[in-house]
């Protein structure tokens, strides 16, 4: 395979991208951040969730994962959306996209957004003006507890945390180029989306 | 879909890109070729005729070589 | 043609519609030499069509038909005629006692009538300034490009009979 590898490291300056949800403090500084790019001003390109608003104050935020094998570019119709060389996926391509909402269906992890006004899908594409010129992204810039961080691996390895970018969806592997910070002695997250559809506790089941 | 190798890529345009050159050299050879047999054809001189259409073939078969060697580097450049 | 591609490549759509940014110049560019080869064909097929057509076309048969009468015209002197149709207009000149040439009238270079110079024995076309031999239609002077095409003449008796057209 050559120096893929370490291309994609020169493309992007050696930096990565690490996720901590358990960092997250929900000031959302990262949205008002993101909104302020001129591409979708107003708009903010972070998934942002309160984990159980009811029950705790537990926030997270998450950028899109920029998967090795995306699968929103892979089940795009319109051959829209596009991954570069450095690993970044970016978002829809402007005179491409028809806003069928495919990719926002099929991303596991639920990062796409449509417009529907503008019929287009919109997604964080890692501030690629700034990255690809060694700049932070705009989230990881002015998130204060950094749990959306752009450094350099060896910046993160202090942490007691590590990095893992493997996720698995029942049986499916997905590898990603955005990092997630992980207890130390976990290989991989693992996501059953089975287990947490509402409505699997209300179907009505045919007799087996 | 691991990732390429891109200095394998780079190479493999710029081979691509004097193939090209090269094919469109050929065709335009070629559409002299056929507008010389037609003339001579309706000029009533059938001798041009048969070497056209052989120097056509031969250049047809160089576009087919060259078509192929430029679909070789493609996949080559997707080797992982 | 699914035959010609190898078994283990991914499918033709996903290396056409490829997900990554930098195969579109791949794509692009082999899409191209594909065009040109099919026209590198065309051109081909053309030629071998016009190949085919020269094998067939029959040569043609062109009527016989009265000229002049073997005194009717003087040494130096010209007779206007049409063969083998009524719009191809040609000249007979008589240019010595028992010499006698025929000529398409049109000028090679845009068809413009030529006329007989009896001082220089050339004929001439007064357009352009071009000048043919009389004796075999050769290009002497001027922007024609070919001779005069020379029509074929017959001795039948007393009279000239055309009975051909010879372009070169």
């Known amino acids: 395979m050559g120096d893929s590898g370490s291309e994609r490291e020169r493309l992007m300056h050696g930096y990565e991208f690490y996720v901590d949800p358990s960092r997250c403090i929900g000031c959302q500084s990262c949205l008002n951040a993101c909104e302020e790019c001129e591409t979708h001003r107003g708009q903010s390109m972070i998934n942002f969730d309160f984990i159980d608003r009811k029950g705790t104050t537990a926030s997270a935020a998450f950028v899109c994962w920029h998967c090795d094998e995306p699968t929103c570019a892979m089940v795009c119709p319109a051959d829209a959306i596009k991954k570069g060389d450095d690993g970044v996926v970016q978002s829809s391509l402007k005179p491409r996209c028809i806003g069928c909402s495919n990719c926002v269906l099929a ?5 796409p957004k449509i417009f529907p006004e503008r019929e287009q899908m919109m997604k964080c594409d890692m501030c690629y003006d700034r990255t690809s010129i060694g700049k932070r992204p705009m989230c990881a810039t002015v998130c204060p507890s950094q749990a959306l961080a752009y450094v350099r691996p060896e910046q993160i ?8 970018n493997v996720f698995y969806f029942g049986k499916q592997r997905i590898t990603t180029k955005v990092y997630v910070m ?7 997250i693992s996501l059953d989306v089975l287990d947490h559809i509402w409505e699997e506790a209300y179907a009505v089941l045919p007799e087996a | 879909m691991a990732d390429r190798d891109f200095s394998k890529q780079r190479k493999g345009l710029v081979a691509m890109d004097g193939a090209m050159a090269l094919i469109v050299l050929l065709v335009i050879v070629q559409i002299w070729l056929l507008s010389a047999a037609l003339e001579g054809l309706l000029a009533g001189h059938t001798e041009t005729a048969l070497p056209a259409a052989i120097f056509s073939g031969l250049l047809f078969l160089c576009c087919v070589a060259l078509t192929s060697f430029v679909g070789r580097v493609d996949r080559e450049s997707r080797e992982e | 043609m699914p035959f010609f591609r190898k078994p283990d490549s991914e499918a033709l759509w996903k290396e056409e519609f490829s997900i990554h940014a930098a195969d579109e110049r791949y794509v692009s560019r082999r899409q191209f030499t594909k065009f040109l080869t099919l026209a590198s064909l065309g051109m081909f097929v053309g030629n071998l ?9 029959r040569s043609a048969v062109f009527p016989r038909s009265m000229v002049a009468g073997i005194g009717e015209i003087p040494v130096g002197g010209v007779k206007l005629f049409a063969y083998p149709t009524a719009a191809d207009h040609c000249i007979l000149v008589r240019t010595a006692e028992n010499e006698y040439n025929a000529f398409s009238q049109k000028c090679t270079h845009l068809s413009c009538a030529v006329y007989y110079e009896k001082e220089t024995n050339r004929l001439a076309c007064p357009c352009h300034h071009g000048y043919f031999s009389a004796m075999d239609g050769s290009v002497l002077q001027g922007p024609p490009p070919r001779r005069l095409p020379r029509i074929l003449l017959e001795r039948q008796g007393q009279e000239f009979v055309a009975i051909g057209v010879k372009v070169r």
């Open chain 3, 49 to 57: 069509w016009i190949l085919a057509r020269s094998y067939f076309t």
């Open chain 1, 157 to 164: 390895a202090w942490r007691p945390e590590k990095p893992s």
């Open chain 1, 182 to 188: 992980v207890p130390a002695n976990t290989e991989s």
């Open chain 1, 107 to 111: 991303c596991p992890f639920g990062i």
